[in-house]
């Protein structure tokens, strides 16, 4: 099943499944590269929004997560000063801001949470080789609707094969 208002997307990818004891919508985030913003300011962002207010009222706990192609905070990048200027994908401000929402209507950041103020990516740029210079962000999350179904989480940057590593959250429910 698709997220509602999203199920003709080409430029995104989402998924939305429901289990016994939770529900759960994985997602790439269209990324603002090539003259997006139109489409994920208009179009993506919005219904993302309400989907998560929504379902955030929900008899049982919803976990957003996958490539949300946004730097939430200055720990999640390793140079600040691109955060500052927010001209890139992933650190314009409307992506921000609406990233910031999710938090607002009470959406908890799973790693973050367990990560607390460490600095912690997920994501580098091939063509300059930032890998091996650990120069990252973090543009990969877990947003739950109850943080108190947090078990666990990791970022498991020990493992290779794409410019970004895997994700992993343990739940308890």
């Known amino acids: 099943e698709s997220i509602p208002g999203l199920e003709d997307d080409i430029q995104g990818r989402n ?12 997602v790439y985030v269209p990324n603002t590269g090539s003259d997006k913003n139109t489409y994920r300011k208009d179009v993506w962002d919005p219904s993302i929004k309400e989907f998560l207010e ?18 939430s905070d200055i720990n999640d990048i390793y140079n600040p000063e691109i955060l500052k200027k927010a001209k890139n994908p992933g650190v314009k401000k409307f992506e921000r801001e609406c990233f910031k929402s999710f938090l607002e209507i ?26 091996e210079k650990d120069n990252g962000w973090r543009l990969d999350y877990f947003l739950v609707s109850d943080e108190n179904i947090i078990k666990d ?3 498991h940057n020990d493992i290779y094969g794409s410019d970004h590593c895997p994700i992993s959250l343990e739940i308890s429910i």
Not at 55 to 63: L, V
Not at 112 to 129: G, H, L, N
């Open 54 to 71: 929504d379902y955030k009222k929900k008899d049982k706990p919803i976990i957003y997560c996958g490539d949300l192609n946004v730097v």
């Open 106 to 131: 009470g959406y908890c950041d799973a790693l973050r949470k367990i990560y607390k103020e460490d600095k912690i990516w997920t994501w580098w740029d091939p063509r300059s080789k930032a890998r």
């Open 15 to 26: 998924i939305l499944l429901e289990f016994d004891s939770f529900i759960l919508a994985n």
């Open 153 to 155: 989480g990791k970022i």
